[in-house]
């Protein structure tokens, strides 16, 4: 057996101390008595002795000595085998989700916790791959889940702790592409102090991680490393405010060594994706990821014709514009989301695509239409409504057609006719759309002062809100606070922090009150 | 504790303290009309018995009464009081040297000799063991001092030597008129088997010290028997205190219940103090 901190073996001269007492305890006072026997009990007989063996005495001191030497090999950690002295091992554990893999009844995590509990972990610091590496306490080894894993993140942080004479060990699964290139490379540079324990068979695997959100843009990285080219599904669906049922897909083909990268232009709220592809691994195939609103506003202008007039127009607003598309035909569009599309088309039908949230119609025939529309030609006595907040600011009063569709059955109307509106907002399927009932060609309406301005109504209405954050006063705010995880303030070179443990402190306690209980007796 | 310096029996103070005790003890000393003493000892004026004359008898003593009547020379006899000898005896063992009890019963001793000798017929002092050396007889105080001089020299002894051989060797138990006082502190209880033998008037006087009555001790002590020099090391704490009070008061009561059992008078003295020798001689029967 050895000891850790062998210095404070001098503290054992301490265990004179009781023998001290019990000496001077033992120091009698010579006293004559005429009689002696006065003093004694019935049956009791004369002992000469006078180191006679006191049960009681050594009731007190036997504790008193044990405590003394249970509390000095306490400090001096006594320990068995060899020790390399100064050495202390760093481990990086993988808390990827893939460690959540289940195999014999015990998932990969609970693994390695076992053989965390195994070691001696009085020369260990236990990292995990957070984003913000932790450091886990011995006893927090048990509440070690699953989690987003950043390894690189780690291994640099672990780095920085690195001292001479250290190791590392790393305990995962090598599932996460990460490792192929950070491995290596630690490997060169610490050589035999580097240890990595795989955790788990190999099985091939793919999974899918969101790698950036720009504004609406969304980067989807699905890795594998199937040594095979294998198809699959790439799914995913809005989960707010209610989870929709139907999911959008889109076919993927997955080849050996290759990693794809998906973008996604999507609408702000919840998203879920997932990997359509049956492996063991399933924790790696789901990911959500919510995709923050957008003050500025993306448009898609479809027209089947030129109308430079109204480009001009929107133009002037590009702040308020995220970007900007414009096709001739429904097909051509990409696969995005807008939230405004300007149709100036002769027909459309908003069963085909349903990607836009708000859709202004410039007299665009179709299903949506209540039906009849009276047709007039040559109309000039238009009024406005300027309550409306699409109609702020805006006069077309001096508004003139050539032929315009009226139509008197909508509620929200924006521009009136005395035999109808030619202006007015409805919405089909659940989305808003504002109707003109007259073409950009056959009017004056891209020359008036107000056409910008009404263009600019439109704009502010489509435009994504910022969530509204109400901080309700006399309510306490709730700051989550990590208690599972202490972050390391210092780690001694030499590891000569001593721990007290709860039985010294106990023993200490005890050592006293035996102390003072012993001495009051004497 | 008592002042010592009281007991140095060769001190001018103690002389006067003696001197002062004595005349107190004739104050109450029982009146006696002076008597003719014989070789008996002295005559009372109680009338006894009629005897025929001898020759040489004193005339005055002739009842004439009788002779007028039956015509015949009788004598009569009166009652005659022995004479009064007061036997002091002193226990000089090694548990009276302890708590300097021996140097107030020697104190006593002296005491009782002085007065006794002033007082009475005959003084005697013996102390045992030691008891051939130690026999000292006093008719009158002359020639005291030099006895107090040798009391002063004796030391305590450690020889064990029978309270009953002392009576054998000077012939004590068979005696009726001989008025004994032992001066001890009976620890032993051959004393009282021996003062059971004795005829005579006995008075036992225990001597025990304030630090016996009210020990004040605590902790470790090591004891030793004065007498057995055996040493037992105890702890002292309430319990034992307890247990030495109860067996000390069980021997100053035994002690008390034998000498009542045996016709012995009993006194205990605590307070060392040297007047306590006039309640010795009340208690003997000397004084009032």
Redesign the interface.
Known sequence: MSFLHAHYLWLLSALFFPLIMRLRKKKYQNFSVPHLHFWLRENETLKHNKWKVDVRDILYLLPLFLLFLLTNLSLTEPYRGELRKNSHYLVITDISPSMKTVKNSQSRLQQVQTLLRKMSLKNHTIFTTHKIPKVVQIKDIDRLEVGPSYVKNTVSFVENFYQQDDHIVIFTDGVDKEWSSILPKLKQKMGDKLRVKTIGDYCPNAGIYVTKVESSQLYLQIYHDYTTPTSTRLLWRKLDPTPQQKFYEKKIQLRPQKNIVEKLSLLPGKWEFRLDIEEDLQQDNRVTQIIEKQQKCRVLVLSDKNIPEFMAALGVYQNLIDHKNSSFEVQTVPNKFFDLAFVHLPKWDFSIKTNFAKVVLWNTKGNFLPYPALRVEKKNNFRNVFHHKLMQNVDFSLLTTKFIDLYTHSKNNLVIHPNGNAIWQSSHQNIPFVYVGFSLKNSNIAFLPSFPIFIKNLLKWASPQPPKVYFPTKTPITLKANIRYDTPLKIDKHNEVVYLQWYVIVGAYALGILCIAYFWRS | MANSKLYQLDSAEFAKQLNILCLKAKKRKKQQQRLPINWQGKETFEFEEYRQYNPGDDLRRVDWNIYNRLQEIVIKEYEIDPPQHLVVILDIS???D??H?LQYAKALSAALVYIGATLLDKVSFLCFPHTQQSLRSFSNNRNIFPFFSFLQQISSHQDVASLKECFQQFRLLNSTNINTVVIS?F?TQEYFTSMRMFRGTCTAVQVVSEE?LHPQ?S??????????N??????IDKE?MK??HK??HD?LSQVKNHCWQHKINYLLTEKHNLTFVLNILQTAGFIR
Request: hydrophobic letters at 35%; one cysteine or more.
């Open positions: 090694k548990s009276m302890v708590f009890k502190d620890y016996e001790l902790g470790n002590m090591c004891f030793e028997d004065a007498e057995s055996k040493q037992h090391s105890l702890f034992r247990i030495y067996n000390f021997h």
